[in-house]
């Protein structure tokens, strides 16, 4: 007996290092490509909600967090995230890319599963976007991703999937119930507030000025989320077709409810509503994808569709200007997803999970409510103080005369729908704010 320590130590040694399995690598490059994907079919399913004025500056916000984002991960955020270091944050082992090669990290190189991971915080990062459109200002929108991603993404990454504190105390969150949603939506709703409202909120109706790409932006984002979900089991194999199949049927019945609800409350069955019950259905079954049964996802799906529908319904009889619903989408989304994986979990779909409540473990439960509620709370605070602190030295949102026109030609001196011929006269955004309307000189009709 007192030789086995040194005989483990020796079989240890002489284990062969793990391999990259190809069947693995190309699912994995499929999956990667298919969470880039979601980030500009986000912008589309923004850009439709907004008005004509707002569309392309909408969709930016999406499209830029794919280099902003992506590189502040690969420079230092991806260290923060997945380096060994302590249970709040990680390390800068691999800080500029050190040390990620072609070696495998599990059963696929190092380098994808890097890739794959920031696909992740690039779209958690532009969901954020949909509660501060057609008012926040173009760069220190930028700059509030840098400090996002580095200050709140990574930790929290870190905390769930890099080995951190709450990750050691057992949280089941497949591929990013808290570490994406919550995490996003508490973060869009402290950003809503403390920007304010748009100028004709309340005042006139605010209408979608292009449905069908409210409904492209959905399909889309369904087709990536299969890489979203199933790439998260981060291999080719029998747990990643559960949470395939789960985020096939979830969404399903999330839209079904989701329609009917509509229909009984107002007589009609919108398309912007069909479609946000589609994404509510995606985003509530992404902690539990790969711990529940499928039987489980039809059921999580068609509970998910209420709290969702509801807290949407409450926020536009207030004064929060969470402009495309956020926090109701993703943050209470994530919240039901998260608490569910509780109620739902069996280790017989995922013997490296856990059971929930009703396979007998109520403690589950309990866990899943500590990662979420200290995720709300980091994440709602931190952002109040980078937006607070970015306030100090550039002002966030645009005045309202430029937000009037539209944050389109302001922003990017350019628009989505044009009419006639002719260039854009784009005046500079704080002299156009303070200089006064021209004065009308009367004029001595000729005839």
Known sequence: MTLLPQLLALQAAAAPPPAVVPADTAWMLVSTALVLLMTPALGFFYGGLVRSKNSLNTMMMSYVAL???GVVWALLSYSLSFSEGGPWIGG???????????EAKG????????????????????????????????????AFLVLWSLLVYAPVAHWVWGGGWLMTRGILDFAGGTVVHINAGISALVAAMVLGARKDYTRQAILPHNVPFVLLGAG????????????????????????????????????????????????????????????????????????????????????????????????????????????????IGGLTGALLTGVFAQKAWNAAGNNGLLAGNPAQLGIQALGALSAMLYAGLMTFVILKALGLV???????????????VSQHGEEAYTSGEGSILVMPEVAAASAPAPALTPQTASR
């Not at 992404?286 to 499928?294: D, E, K, R």
């Open 67 to 69: 280099g902003i984002v």
């Open 220 to 331: 889309l984002l369904w087709f990536g989320w299969f890489g979203f979900n199933g790439g998260s089991a981060l291999a080719s194999n029998e747990l990643a077709a559960v949470a395939f199949t789960n985020t096939f049927l979830a969404p399903m019945t999330t839209m079904v409810v989701w329609v009917l609800l509509d229909y009984f409350r107002t007589g009609r069955a919108t398309a912007v509503g069909g479609a946000t019950g589609i994404v509510v259905g995606l985003v509530a079954i992404t902690p539990a994808a790969g711990f529940v049964s499928p039987t489980g996802a039809l059921l999580l799906g068609a509970i998910a569709a209420f709290p969702s529908y509801f807290a949407i319904v409450l926020r536009s009889r207030t004064r929060v200007d969470d402009s495309l619903d956020v926090f109701a989408g993703h943050g």
């Open 107 to 142: 059963t696929i190189p190092h380098v994808l599963f890097m890739a794959y991971q920031g696909t992740f915080a690039i779209i958690t990062a532009a969901l954020i976007s949909g509660a501060v459109v057609e008012r926040m200002r173009f760069g220190p929108y930028i």
């Open 394 to 408: 550039m002002a966030l949102r645009a005045a309202p005369r430029t937000e009037g026109v539209g944050m389109d």
């Open 92 to 102: 800068t082992t691999n800080a500029l890319l050190n040390g990620v090669g072609t």
